[in-house]
């Protein structure tokens, strides 16, 4: 048995060089006789994973010292509940809903204060970005929220919204690391790791300093603050360990690619081949506004439920796994995150040219 190419939406295919790494590391860490997941997480090699984890990813984003960068647990949903807990001083925020993602933490925002859904693109089922240059932010708005890249549907954001200068929240759980941001347009960036960077269960919280609140909403626990995370950077209680040793073993495949602009040149080639594939296509038909396509998740139907049913079927018996697209869109949609080789979508654009013609 082989490895297939692996299209799920997360959790998602990691660099092949990342996981024989670890295999080769599993029983005696660099000689220390054990496995990562069997060490102190005070020990003075796990200190060096988290050290050197951090260093990286503040290399590969240009994160400056002005922003805290923590790894920690609850994956990507917690941080729903932890933003309004942690941001919300006058208990106003302003929430974009792109997706079934940015619904989720705008429902929990709810719970905290005085949450506003100030543009949606539900009406036409999440397959376009609203517009933000104008948006009607309030002028005692604690944050404006976004999901970057919307897994389930496909759209990516190519302009931040225009924020009128508040802090800009952003989950990228599904575009993290898979091209250059520029950190300083944000006050708080956070992804669950298991699309992109490593494991579930790991979330990246990057945070710039001054919003890091002495004084949370009352009621909030400790594990979920802040303060307490950035103090004990990160080691407050045993973090996810070996999930933060397999994140920074995809930093460093990543710095050895040379980075997120090569990260991203790449990225542009897959989803390419694919959507051009897609465009030409008389029986498959992308979901997304041209303009607003997403470099990693990209959702496509027949119109026939039968036959995506079936397409889905003979793509699996092909070594394509995991292109069911999400319940709430039906169709497919292949998710090509940056561990997927080009040469995994070229075989599914190829599959998918065989199938149209044997199907039409
Ligand atoms: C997967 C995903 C989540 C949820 O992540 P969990 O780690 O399961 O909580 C949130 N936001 C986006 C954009 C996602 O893709």
Known sequence: MGRIYNFSAGPAVLPEEVLKEAQEEMLDYRGCGMSVMEMSHRSKAFEQIITEAEQDIRDLLHISEEYEVLFLQGGASTQFAMIPMNLMKNKKAEYIITGQWAKKAFKEACIYGDARAIASSEDKTFSYIPDCSNLPIREDADY?????????????????????????????????????????????????????IGPAGVVIVIIRKDLISEEPLTGTPTMLRYKIHADAKSLYNTPPAYGIYICGKVFKWLKNIGGLEIIQK??????????????????????????????????????????????????????????????????????????????????LVEFMENFEKVNR
């Open 144 to 196: 404006v929220y976004i999901c970057e890249n919307n897994t389930i549907y496909g759209t990516k954001f190519k302009t931040l919204p225009n924020t009128n200068g508040k802090p800009l929240v952003a989950d990228v759980s599904s575009c993290f690391l898979s091209e250059p941001m520029e950190v300083e347009k944000y006050g708080l960036i956070y992804g669950g790791a298991q699309k992109n």
């Open 266 to 347: 790449k990225n542009e080639e897959k989803a390419k081949l694919l959507y051009e594939f897609l465009d030409q296509s008389r029986l498959f038909k992308g979901t997304v506004r041209k303009e607003d396509r997403s470099l990693m998740n990209v959702p496509f139907v027949t119109g026939d439920k039968e036959l995506d049913a079936k397409f889905v079927k003979e793509a699996k018996e092909a070594g394509l796994e995991n292109l069911k697209g999400h319940r709430t869109v039906g169709g497919m949609r292949a998710s090509i995150y940056n561990a997927m080789p080009k040469e995994g979508v070229e075989k």
